[in-house]
Every structure is written in structure tokens, then in C-alpha cells.
């Protein structure tokens, strides 16, 4: 049996199939515009816009998001992992613009991994917003105060 990498490894063990997971970093990697910690990013962010648009999941209904909707949870995302590294980050990624965002998508669609409707195209992902304007300012927010009702000591 062939060694795994640790990401396979780690996919694995939270229920995934460990050759799939294989299989797509190996497509990945052919590809090569864009490392897979970058398609997990992608994954996360998805998974926050979903939840931005239609709340927490209920079963296994499809969720769909548009290109505009994923952009901007990345954003959040982005920020809220990295704060003002963010735009560094996605560089090192070769994530440069909202269309890179829709380039990981289509390839996805493509290794049948995610679906698409037929209203969805990949310009949906074009200047969505800018790189330099939107990771450039980040306000630290502080910590919501306590919800109970007794004073400080």
C-alpha cells in the first residue's frame, strides 16, 4: 500500500476517503497553478458562505453560493485568519485576484468535485473586488463584553 501524505492521512481520519483525497492533490499538483492548502482554504471559505447565505446545514440539501458570495467569505476568511498577511499569503499561493478564487472552482467542477449551475460562469469571479483594497485595512475587534448581568470586581 502506498504511503499518504499527511494531509491524505489527515483527511482520513475526519471520515474522507484517503484515496480520494490522493487523487485530487495528485490532479493539483498537475495542474500546478495552486498548491492544495489553497484548495482547503477554498473549502473553508465555501463552507462559510454557505452558512452566511443559508444558515447551518440541514442534511444533505445542495447550498449554492454564487461567485460574488464565495469572494467575499474568502475575504472574511482571509482577514480573519491573517489579518493584514492575508494578501502575502494568498501571493504565496499564486491567489492574486477574485478570478484566481474562480480558476480553483472550475477545476474542482472539472475533477467532478463540486457542481455548478447553469446560471454560474466564471466571470461571476472577475473584480470582485480588489486585492490591494481589500486586505489593506483590518480593524482588530475587540472581545464582545460578557452577556451575564454582574459587574466587574
Not at 480573519?80 to 480558476?103: K, P, S
Not at 486585492?131 to 460578557?146: G, K, L, N, T, V
Request: proline share 6%; charged share 30%.
Amino acid at each position: 500500500m502506498p504511503a499518504m501524505s499527511k494531509r491524505a492521512e489527515t483527511k482520513r481520519k475526519a471520515g474522507m476517503d484517503a484515496e480520494l483525497v490522493e487523487q485530487f492533490e495528485r490532479r493539483v499538483r498537475q495542474d500546478g497553478r495552486y498548491p492544495p492548502e489553497a484548495f482547503e482554504f477554498l473549502q473553508r471559505g465555501l463552507e462559510l458562505a454557505a452558512r452566511i447565505k443559508h444558515g447551518e446545514r440541514q442534511g444533505n440539501a445542495p447550498r449554492h453560493v454564487s461567485g460574488q458570495e464565495l469572494c467575499l467569505a474568502l475575504r472574511i476568511l482571509a482577514l480573519q485568519q491573517w489579518g493584514l498577511l492575508a494578501r502575502d499569503v494568498l501571493a504565496r499561493w499564486n491567489i492574486h485576484r477574485t478570478r484566481d478564487f474562480g480558476e480553483m472552482v472550475y477545476l474542482m467542477i472539472d475533477l467532478g468535485l463540486m457542481g455548478r449551475q447553469d446560471s454560474d460562469d466564471i466571470t461571476d469571479f472577475d473584480d470582485v473586488y480588489s486585492f490591494r483594497e481589500a486586505f489593506s485595512q483590518y480593524r482588530i475587534q475587540p472581545p464582545a463584553p460578557p452577556d451575564d448581568d454582574t459587574e466587574p470586581a
